[in-house]
């Protein structure tokens, strides 16, 4: 159980790991209904009642603990027909995104002069409460919506409502004065400015590999010789660190537009540049490959888009356009099941005055390129903003041998699928998204042919590999049984996926059709561990999951150590299965 975790607004908890959390059913004297806490919760719950009741003779109880995802439902509900939309939204988490849905969160309830006293802001001025409140801490408990940081935590403060963190991470907090939300905002990110172009990306990997240059041998990193060059001259960079005979491989941006994914990678290595002691138990004994970016052009198409967008305006500006970003896309992703609204594109309004001509001169030739694929196509240039494939319009996840045999007649058939809000691209043709292309050795997907033959000289020493993508929170494991694979390449792939999820939270989906590129790798590499990781769980690339600052460092914060976590737990069971 990861008492740490975060949910939020923005961080909605699935069903799955709610389920896997152990739970304590009690009563007490306030409550007629039965109670529920997590495990852990309940017990310093009940050390931090009798210890105020020793110290001051303060009698405190439970009024509400652990609510299951449908009573949350249920009492926003009430609250909404009560007191209107604005209130419910203020006071009440909509279900899954509620502490409560966790066991983790105690509502707590003051008894005086023989009666309870109902909590309410009252509770600021009330002896008892303040006691309560100044010591939680050293039970390992927050005052989780605190006031001051309503903007922060998305709730009014609410002075009876204590989450449990564990003791450490609660004095931290408590003695610095921050929420759940700031927990990383103190230690240092290389990125101040997270929205990467291709400039920026090439000065920070100078500044990463500075850093490192004069570090203890195993936190060196290094760069390597290219992958290999893009049809239109890009280099597919490729760095390492640790001394180790067995490898891991990471890496970013195989869509374009997910541009979060290249800012984690970065991120991620300059941890490591920053000799981190979390890596130190696996440096000596695995080499990291770093490919930043497996789809340069892409990203450049991508980032040419927003960096026209943001020209000229200051961060509180970008914020906004963010913001509505994502606002917006997320509406395009309900109309798209509404016939009046079904071919309206909110999210493109952001790039709606986006052209070509927005790729400058020194891109020239996939500049032309991707000029040629809109006219012909008769796609709308605002695309250019959440161009997935690469330069010559190929999908690279979607592109590999599964999809030419099972895929490639459907989507001829139905080049427009339902689903999502780009339901007005057609798949079947080259373009942003979506084209399987044509096979695996055609020069226009050369970058997956590349990553292949790269894989292939390390294959049999290669522990894993970690592909990132960009939003959803999930963990894309163990696909269908039917592929190829022995026991215990099953058994250490899930063990990966389970550890990644510890110190994520994130989903891990195990029973879906190969439809991507990932599937495909487990298939032809049944030793190695492939974890496909879908990164932020804030919507709308590019730029709507930096829509929230404290949010897109958590992700960094907690991926990071992820990473280093299931990397030494790969190495383990490699080690015990010898
Ligand atoms: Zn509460
Ligand atoms: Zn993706």
Redesign the pocket.
């Known amino acids: 159980m990861n008492h740490q975790m975060l949910v939020n607004k923005f961080n909605k908890v699935y069903q799955e790991i709610i389920d896997r959390i152990e739970m304590i059913e009690f009563k007490n004297e306030y409550s007629k209904f039965s109670l529920f806490l997590e495990k852990e919760t309940y017990e310093m719950f009940n050390n931090l009642k009798s210890y105020v009741y020793e110290q001051k003779k303060i009698i405190m109880d439970l009024e ?1 603990g652990y609510r299951s995802p449908e009573n949350s439902q249920k009492l926003y509900d009430e609250y909404k027909e009560l007191y209107g939309v604005e209130y419910a939204q203020k006071y009440v988490a909509l279900p899954y995104t509620s502490e ?1 849905n966790i066991g983790l ?1 105690c ?1 707590y309830v003051i008894k005086k002069d023989g009666i309870y006293i109902e909590n309410s802001l009252d509770y600021e001025l009330l002896d008892e409460s303040i006691f309560i409140n100044s010591i939680a801490h050293e039970f390992g408990f927050i005052v989780r919506y605190p006031k001051g940081k309503e903007e922060i935590t998305g709730y009014n403060y ?1 002075p009876w ?1 204590l989450r449990y963190v564990g003791v450490e991470l609660a004095t931290y907090l408590f003695l610095n004065n921050l929420t759940l939300e700031e927990r990383f905002d103190l230690e240092h990110l290389l990125l101040a400015d997270p929205i990467l172009n291709y400039e920026k990306y090439n000065s920070y990997i100078e500044i990463i590999l500075n850093k490192s240059s004069n570090n203890k041998k195993i936190y060196q990193i290094k760069e390597e010789k290219e992958l290999g060059k893009t049809n239109f001259d890009y280099s597919i960079r490729h760095f390492r660190v640790g001394i180790g005979q067995k490898h891991i491989i990471v890496n970013g941006n195989t869509h374009g537009c997910e541009i979060i994914t290249a800012s984690f990678v970065l991120e991620l290595m300059n941890k490591i540049a920053e000799q981190d002691s979390m890596f130190e138990h696996i440096l000596n004994e695995i080499t990291i490959h770093f490919i930043p970016l497996l789809n340069p052009e892409g990203f450049i198409i991508s980032t040419s888009a927003i960096d026209y967008v943001f020209k000229g305006k200051n961060d509180k500006e970008k914020l906004d356009i963010m913001i509505e970003y994502l606002e917006n896309a997320k509406k395009d992703d309900v109309n798209i099941n509404t016939e009046k609204n079904k071919n309206q594109k909110l999210h493109r309004k952001t790039f709606e005055n986006c052209t070509p001509d927005c790729i400058s001169d020194e891109h020239r030739n996939l500049r032309e390129n991707i000029r040629k694929l809109i006219k012909d196509y008769n796609l709308p240039s605002s695309i250019l903003g959440t161009w997935s494939a690469n330069g010559m319009g190929v999908d690279l996840n979607k592109n590999h041998p599964f999809n030419f045999d099972f895929y490639k007649k459907d989507r001829e058939e139905n080049p427009y699928p339902q689903f999502d809000r780009n339901d007005d691209i057609d798949r079947s043709k080259p373009g942003p998204i979506g084209y399987i292309g044509d096979s695996l050795d055609s020069n226009d997907s050369i970058e997956n042919k590349l990553f292949l033959q790269f894989i292939e000289r390390l294959h049999s020493d290669t522990l894993g590999i970690f592909l990132y993508h960009s939003v959803g929170g999930m963990i894309f494991a163990e696909v269908n049984k039917e592929l190829p694979r022995t026991e215990e390449s099953i058994y250490n792939t899930n063990e990966a996926a389970k550890e990644y999820s510890h110190y994520t939270s994130y989903k891990i989906i195990n029973e879906v059709p190969i439809m991507a590129f990932n599937g495909y790798l487990r298939s032809k590499y049944n030793a190695i561990s492939v974890l496909l990781i879908e990164l932020s769980r804030i919507r709308a690339n590019p730029i709507g999951t930096f829509s929230n600052p404290y949010n897109y460092k958590y992700t960094i914060h907690t991926n990071c150590e992820a990473f280093a976590k299931t990397s030494e737990k790969m190495l383990r069971l490699f080690k015990e299965n010898l």
Request: aromatic share 0%; proline share 0%.
């Open positions: 509400d409560h969160a509502d609410e409502h």
